[in-house]
């Protein structure tokens, strides 16, 4: 046993010098090891949320409200969605054959609704919700319950305050109280 002991004691040096290196090599491997690559699979649960929308549909349907409705959908399948049309629907400005966006809007006006919105210029079908932050006066206009003075104080807001961080933000414009907010949420966006 001596005689190990003294060789060991008489190259430490070398022993010890071996042993550093055998722990910096085994410690690089350790850290450069790479994992292999994760194979993840996608659920039904994420094809479908993939693969659908939702969209709001309002006015002269039978049965209004939000669905969704698989993506590529087109105006019509809304309707359809929604119990269809009902006896009072003026559908002669709608684009039927028009592709479904998520967080559209669609609004069907009665008879009585067409002809008064073709008097005023205006279009009661809209393709997506106003963006509170991006819209000019004149698009703000198009919001029910938001006249010329209200789009233009919504505008001097976000001017001066800058862009709105939720929808609720909008109540702190002059002349927008909640009442005026709870008739337009549905139709406005960030």
Request: proline share 2%; glycine share 6%.
């Amino acid at each position: 046993m001596k005689k190990y002991l003294d060789i060991i004691y008489y190259n430490r040096k070398e022993i010890i010098i071996v042993i550093i290196m055998l722990l910096g090599f085994l410690s690089l491997n350790f850290l450069n090891k790479k994992e292999e690559p994760k194979i993840i699979e996608n659920t039904t649960e994420e094809k479908e949320e993939i693969d659908t929308i939702v969209i709001d549909i309002k006015g002269e349907v039978n049965n209004p409200g939000s669905y969704e409705i698989e993506n590529g959908k087109r105006i019509k399948d809304a309707i359809e969605k929604a119990g269809g049309l009902k006896s009072t629907a003026n559908i002669e400005n709608i684009n039927l054959s028009e592709k479904l966006q998520d967080e559209m809007l669609i609004i069907i006006p009665n008879n009585e609704e067409q002809i008064q919105e073709k008097q005023e210029n205006k279009y009661e079908v809209k393709d997506s919700k106003i963006s509170i932050n991006n819209a000019t006066a004149n698009e703000l206009t198009t919001i029910s319950g938001i006249g010329k003075s209200k789009a233009q104080s919504i505008v001097e807001y976000r001017n001066k305050n800058g862009k709105f961080n939720k929808l609720e933000d909008i109540t702190k414009v002059s002349g927008i109280g909640i009442k005026t907010f709870e008739k337009i949420k549905n139709y406005i966006k960030l």
